[in-house]
DNA sequence: GCTTTATTGTCACGTGGGTGACAATAAAGG
DNA sequence: CCTTTATTGTCACCCACGTGACAATAAAGC
């Protein structure tokens, strides 16, 4: 096993962490942080589960991954010795939304997302998270349809893409969620990244299902059986 | 042409943005904004223009989208009232990602980034946006990878995920960029979402191309082929 | 060094979804 | 209300890629 790493200031300058920190910022935070070593494929935290811990990789490669419809499993990213991972955490009430689990043998610190933020920028934790929740939580939302995407059939596409519109732009309707929004089938192909031909097909067997209905160009979805069709999970997002 | 909206502390509220905010600083950040009325089909900024202000979109709807190697648009997203947008002012030196554009008649406000970020967190923008880079912003560069998978062949997701590696994993040799990381072809598929048995055959075909080369299991590649691979203009990321 | 296991290379075959072409509607505009 | 334009519906054909099935290597373990 490899020799315990030395993690002080110097080190976190050498990986280019934290470039705007004070050299007793580093200190401070560096003093709340632990240590682990974690064996090839040892699984740090899977999807799903609560997010409580930023954690930051010293040396080796971790896999963010994802399990596709068909079991699959997506490569989402592998994270390089400096990066900052798991990062949901700052945001609040948020679950994790990939496995990571280490590439090769590594060396990882872990801290609280709020000593985190507060050493680090000095300011209240929970505004920070109220912050990157109105800001970036849609980009996050977005990483995650696209993640999802990978390994879906069009169908499943198609499904995903509306449940995200649903979120967004649907009002209760006694017949299910209704998407103030008039879209063409045009631009539900540029959305998913299909023909516009093969959505109307889909639609219409979507439509035919019951997982949704026309109400002239107004589209009324049923969440639930959306999710079903995904192939998520009931109890994600 | 709709009237003019009011905006103020009870607007606000009403869209549920910036919660975490007292009435006092919704004030102050409402001073600094200015409120522009956008016609349907009106772009507000295209990618590749350099970030300067966060938007706020107040009615109507939002698209977002982008380039394809094929020259289609993707459509990327949709904002609701309410929501934020044109975040990449939020890291230091980005460039638009998206082009944003009105999908129905808007009413949009805008602020500058620092004194979003100083109104609303009391914290000075520097910092704030070297800790979004050194969080989100891997975040960010996934979105972009992900995005872009869209509409394009195997071929090009193959080389705009070699890309990616490159910037994360990549030393500068005499030959070319080399990967310091043992990937087999079946990692690659994992992360394009392919089969392993396409990714071989399109692999060899990179290499017959000059694009790649492989020295033992570690690759060496060539940034600038496979950025014409991807079909990325030159001056793109 | 030899055996076992992982990885790469190569095929034949099936299929989901792209493409083009057009008809049938529905919306928009005068 | 009638014309024009946008959207939806349907089909035939094609192709990139998935799948399964092996052989050929290369790496790892003993």
Request: glycine share 6%.
């Amino acid at each position: 096993m490899a020799r315990t790493p030395v993690l002080n200031v110097t080190t976190i300058r050498r990986l280019k962490a934290f470039p705007w920190a004070s050299d007793q910022q580093v200190e401070r935070i560096l003093s709340q942080m632990d240590l682990h070593h974690i064996e090839k494929r040892t699984v740090l935290f899977n999807e799903g589960v609560p997010s409580d811990s930023v954690y930051f990789l010293i040396s080796g490669v971790v896999k963010l991954s994802l399990r596709s419809p068909d079991e699959e499993r997506v490569l989402v990213s592998l994270i390089s010795p400096g990066e900052l991972f798991g990062i949901t955490s700052l945001m609040p009430g948020m679950y994790r939304a990939f496995r990571s689990e280490a590439f090769s043998d590594c060396w990882v610190s872990s801290v609280r997302p709020d000593v985190f933020v507060t050493t680090l920028l000095n300011v209240p934790f929970t505004d920070f998270s109220a912050l990157m929740e109105g800001t970036v939580g849609r980009w996050f939302a977005l990483l995650y349809r696209y993640t999802h995407f990978q390994g879906s059939s069009l169908r499943q596409k198609l499904a995903l893409a509306l449940l995200e519109l649903a979120q967004k732009f649907g009002t209760q309707d006694a017949r299910g969620t209704m998407l103030i929004l008039q879209l063409t089938h045009e631009d539900l192909a540029d959305l998913v990244g299909a023909s516009r031909q093969k959505v109307t097909e889909h639609m219409q067997e979507l439509a035919r299902q019951q997982v949704l209905l026309r109400d002239g160009r107004k589209l009324i979805v049923h969440p639930d059986r959306l999710r079903e069709v995904a192939g998520l999970l009931l109890d994600e997002k």
